[in-house]
Structures are given as structure tokens and as C-alpha cells.
């Protein structure tokens, strides 16, 4: 299989993950009207097929079944890491879209995916320490920082009332806490001579995904969290074929960065925790999406705006003394 023999690489591959996992969120603005658990069938299916896709490809150079080959000498603790990390994700991700239809992206990756991002590191590293610590945890701590700033701006913004600004801070922390969990559980699952390869745990991953959303997002297409209505499959069948195309595409999108992200993570010089946190970098991507294109902050007050630079600053001194942790470990 394909693996990076330097921290060059590696890089590469952690900043593509940053820019996936930052970007992916962006098709639900291009099909406005479609409710979110419709589009998230379809996001599914885009992580389940990339992840089958670059296993096959990526993940088979040097043997025509190197991915399969791993999935069949896998013990069964190991699958059941991986199909309860992608459970978890697929619940705190519902939770993440949920946050975004009603904060915005903003918002509702800062808050979630930073929160995230400090108890994913923390958890990480307690599994498989590597990296300095004294960079890591002071580029997280710099982050959680940005994530306050950014808590500050939106709560200055003011233009959805006070019931949706508690609301959907309420649902990002709650997002946060759970997507912060599932990536120690996928790198248990690499664990020991019988563990998931990175190509493997990727494709795992995604079935605990859509075995998950076959429960929590049907549910929620009866029993919405958000202001849309109730739907129903009926409903995502008469859909055009380019609305599927976007939540494939959306799905797809994350699905690379999330494969990426387990190959840069299983070298011996980067680590689950270095790769998770410069991965998690995707909420300082997702804000700029929010903020100088979708224009989520344009009517704002002055004292919200000014804001808005400080957090960014604050993110990228941080994201870089994550990625340079490696080199001094």
C-alpha cells in the first residue's frame, strides 16, 4: 500500500485532510431547500465510495489485494473499533450539519470541530504519545483560544435571536464532544499485528457510518432537530440527479481527507495525534468559506467583524506549532 516514507509527504497529505474536512460542507449551500438528512443519504454513500476506492487503488499498490488481505487477517475487536468510530462520527457529524443549518459555517465548525479538535488531541496522545508535547499542546491551546474569539464574534453578530444563538451553540458543543471521541477508537482498531491498515480502517469506517445513519438519520427525517419540516424517502427520490451528485461529491470530499488523515497518521514520525489536530485545522478552512464567501458576517457590527481576524491568526500560529511538533519531538 501506499505510505509516505517522509515528513514532506505526510504533510502534504494532513493539509489535503485540513482542506477536505473544512470544504466538504460548502455542497449544502449549493442545494438550498434540501433538507439535511436527505442530503446526508447521499454524503454517506460519497464516504463509502471513496474510502472502497482508494483502498482498492492507494491501498492495493504492491499487491492486487493488499487492502483485502488486511481485512481478512483483522481480528474482530479490531472491526468493532472501527464500526463504532464511524457510529460515533455519523452522530456527531448529524449533530455538526444540524449546527451549521442553524449557526452557520462560521460558527458551528469553530465551536464543534475545535472543541473536537482539544479532546481528540488529548486522547490521541494518551493512546500513541509522539510529537512535542510542549508544541502540540500549545498549538491546541491557542486554537481552543481562537475557538472562544470565534464564540465571542458570533454571540456580537446578533441576527438569528437568542433562541437559535443558544440552540446552536448547545448542538456544536455536543458535536464536539463526540467527534472528538471517534478518531481514538479508529486508532485502536490499528492496533497490534492484527489490526486495520489505514486503507482498511478508512473502508470499516464507512460501513459504521452507514449502519449508523440507517438508524440516527432516518429517525431524524421523522423527528427533525433543526426548523425543517419532516421528510421521508419519497421525498429524496424525486430529487434531480445533480442534488444526489452534490451530496456524493460532499461525501467524497471528506471521504479523502479522512484516508489521507489514517496514512499520515499510521507513520512512525507524524502519529494519530499530530495527524487529528492539523486535520481539525479544517474549522479555520470552513470559516473562511463562512466569512468571504458566503458572506455569514456581512451585516454584522463592527465589534463582531473586528473579531473575526484575531481568530485566524490565532489559528494559524497554532495549526503551525502542531505541524512542526513532529520535527522536534
Given at each position: 500500500?501506499?505510505?509516505?516514507?517522509?515528513?514532506?509527504?505526510?504533510?502534504?497529505?494532513?493539509?489535503?485532510?485540513?482542506?477536505?474536512?473544512?470544504?466538504?460542507?460548502?455542497?449544502?449551500?449549493?442545494?438550498?431547500g434540501?433538507?439535511?438528512?436527505?442530503?446526508?443519504?447521499?454524503?454517506?454513500?460519497?464516504?463509502l465510495?471513496?474510502?472502497l476506492?482508494?483502498?482498492?487503488?492507494?491501498?492495493?499498490?504492491?499487491?492486487?489485494?493488499?487492502?483485502m488481505?488486511?481485512?481478512?487477517?483483522?481480528?474482530?475487536?479490531?472491526?468493532?473499533?472501527?464500526?463504532?468510530?464511524?457510529?460515533?462520527?455519523?452522530v456527531?457529524?448529524?449533530?455538526?450539519v444540524?449546527?451549521?443549518?442553524?449557526?452557520?459555517l462560521?460558527?458551528a465548525?469553530?465551536?464543534?470541530?475545535?472543541?473536537?479538535?482539544v479532546?481528540?488531541?488529548?486522547?490521541?496522545?494518551?493512546?500513541?504519545?509522539?510529537?512535542?508535547?510542549?508544541?502540540?499542546?500549545?498549538?491546541v491551546?491557542?486554537?481552543?483560544?481562537?475557538?472562544?474569539?470565534?464564540?465571542?464574534?458570533?454571540?456580537?453578530?446578533?441576527?438569528?435571536?437568542?433562541r437559535?444563538?443558544?440552540?446552536?451553540?448547545?448542538?456544536?458543543?455536543?458535536?464536539?464532544?463526540?467527534?472528538?471521541?471517534?478518531?481514538?477508537?479508529?486508532?485502536?482498531?490499528?492496533?497490534?499485528?492484527?489490526?486495520?491498515?489505514?486503507?482498511?480502517?478508512?473502508?470499516?469506517?464507512?460501513?459504521?457510518?452507514?449502519?449508523s445513519?440507517?438508524?440516527?438519520?432516518?429517525?431524524?427525517?421523522r423527528?427533525?432537530?433543526?426548523?425543517?419540516?419532516?421528510?421521508?424517502?419519497?421525498?429524496?427520490?424525486a430529487?434531480?440527479?445533480?442534488?444526489?451528485?452534490?451530496?456524493?461529491?460532499?461525501?467524497?470530499?471528506?471521504?479523502?481527507?479522512?484516508?489521507?488523515s489514517?496514512?499520515?497518521a499510521?507513520?512512525?514520525f507524524?502519529g494519530?495525534?499530530?495527524?487529528?489536530?492539523?486535520?481539525?485545522?479544517a474549522t479555520?478552512?470552513?470559516?473562511?468559506?463562512?466569512?468571504?464567501v458566503?458572506r455569514?458576517?456581512?451585516?454584522?457590527?463592527?465589534?463582531?467583524?473586528?473579531?473575526?481576524p484575531?481568530?485566524?491568526?490565532?489559528?494559524?500560529i497554532?495549526?503551525g506549532?502542531?505541524?512542526?511538533a513532529?520535527?522536534?519531538?
Amino acid at each position: 500500500m501506499f505510505q509516505p516514507d517522509g515528513y514532506t509527504v505526510a504533510l502534504a497529505m494532513m493539509v489535503t485532510t485540513m482542506i477536505c474536512w473544512g470544504s466538504w460542507a460548502n455542497m449544502m449551500k449549493l442545494t438550498p431547500g434540501w433538507p439535511f438528512p436527505l442530503f446526508y443519504w447521499d454524503y454517506v454513500l460519497g464516504v463509502l465510495l471513496v474510502s472502497l476506492f482508494l483502498g482498492l487503488t492507494m491501498g492495493s499498490t504492491g499487491g492486487p489485494a493488499a487492502m483485502m488481505a488486511n481485512l481478512r487477517q483483522a481480528d474482530t475487536v479490531s472491526i468493532l473499533y472501527a464500526l463504532a468510530g464511524g457510529a460515533v462520527f455519523n452522530v456527531a457529524n448529524l449533530l455538526l450539519v444540524a449546527a451549521i443549518s442553524i449557526a452557520g459555517l462560521a460558527v458551528a465548525f469553530p465551536v464543534g470541530i475545535g472543541l473536537a479538535l482539544v479532546v481528540g488531541v488529548l486522547l490521541n496522545y494518551a493512546i500513541a504519545p509522539a510529537g512535542n508535547p510542549l508544541l502540540l499542546f500549545g498549538g491546541v491551546a491557542l486554537v481552543l483560544a481562537a475557538i472562544l474569539v470565534d464564540a465571542l464574534a458570533y454571540s456580537r453578530r446578533g441576527s438569528d435571536g437568542s433562541r437559535n444563538v443558544a440552540r446552536g451553540l448547545r448542538i456544536a458543543i455536543a458535536c464536539g464532544f463526540l467527534m472528538g471521541i471517534f478518531y481514538p477508537l479508529v486508532t485502536k482498531s490499528s492496533e497490534g499485528p492484527t489490526g486495520l491498515g489505514p486503507y482498511s480502517v478508512s473502508f470499516v469506517f464507512s460501513v459504521g457510518v452507514l449502519i449508523s445513519a440507517l438508524v440516527f438519520n432516518t429517525y431524524l427525517m421523522r423527528k427533525p432537530i433543526t426548523a425543517d419540516p419532516p421528510c421521508n424517502f419519497g421525498g429524496y427520490f424525486a430529487a434531480s440527479s445533480r442534488t444526489h451528485l452534490v451530496g456524493v461529491i460532499g461525501g467524497a470530499i471528506w471521504g479523502v481527507g479522512m484516508t489521507f488523515s489514517l496514512v499520515a497518521a499510521t507513520t512512525h514520525f507524524v502519529g494519530p495525534a499530530v495527524s487529528y489536530a492539523i486535520g481539525q485545522g479544517a474549522t479555520m478552512v470552513s470559516a473562511a468559506w463562512g466569512v468571504f464567501v458566503w458572506r455569514e458576517f456581512a451585516d454584522a457590527p463592527p465589534s463582531a467583524r473586528k473579531l473575526l481576524p484575531l481568530m485566524f491568526v490565532l489559528f494559524l500560529i497554532g495549526l503551525g506549532m502542531v505541524a512542526t511538533a513532529p520535527l522536534y519531538a
